[in-house]
């Protein structure tokens, strides 16, 4: 699952293709002020000029005639920027303008990868073009409480499930509104079919769209990914980057934990996984069948007590409303 050849081609053509929109769009910027202002295109020209005549000066050694030449471009320089801002251009307005300032739309800042470098390759590394397809569909616009009962009044909360759910959606959307500044971490608990994969697809597509970055992984390919880590160890860049990924990224989410083939390695690489997370400052939201006891129970007292001690509990009710959302999606293609 390492970045092949051919996946590091397919992000740098992405980079590629955003220099050349950078280009084309400068360009049409440029020509547009030169339409309105074409003292500015003849400023431009004796800058370049300029230029070259300094260049050949100081070859010359002619230290006198390169200092004039200095002055004078410096006058034109100034002059550009008067008419620029009588016409009412931002001064930079000519410039290049790029996607990500830091690395100028290349992937690298001085030799190494550049954050939205490994944002691309979380995207391709973690198959999130498949879950791309599926935020699509699910997400909090496609959000319906219609797949709840709205008149069994649930024991304990004392409320029906599609009233709880408005709830526990309200604390989704807070959970995303609020991530840049306050992070946290969300365990959703109940049986299948209730909608916790649901919820966090709408959380993932919520913070994906705000340029977070997001690593969605069922629990199976989660421990894979840190079996191979740990058992098949390669030297290359791409693999250590795909498990530093996981402790690294924005937000983690784990689907389905509880499901996984559980042995002592799962359960110290889980507690590791979730502990690491909480002292980088990362936020994970899990989402399981397990009851916190039995969570307790599969894993170690110490997973589950940095869960309950750290993550918000969101327990879901109902019956299994997959069929029933089923019916909805076909209702509303028709
Ligand atoms: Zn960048």
Redesign the pocket.
Known sequence: MSLSNSQYQAIMRIYNERQYQDRYEQDIRRREVYEKLPQVKAIEEELGSQAVTLARLLLDGDEKAAEASRRRTEQLRQQKAELMAGAGYPADYMEMRYH?P??RDT?YVERKR????RREQMKLLYAQSNIEAVLERENFDTFTYRVYDDRKIIPGIEMTAAQYMRQVRGWCLDFVENFEQKGGNLIFTGSTGVGKTFLTHCIAKALIDRYQSVVYLSSGDLFDIFSKNKFHYEPEDDAQDMYSGILDCDLLIIDDLGTELNNSFVSSQLFYCVNERLNRGKSTVISTNLSMSMLRDAYSDRVSSRIVGRYTIIPLYGDDIRTKRQVQLDEISR
């Open positions: 990500c830091e690395c992937g550049c954050r939205c470098f």
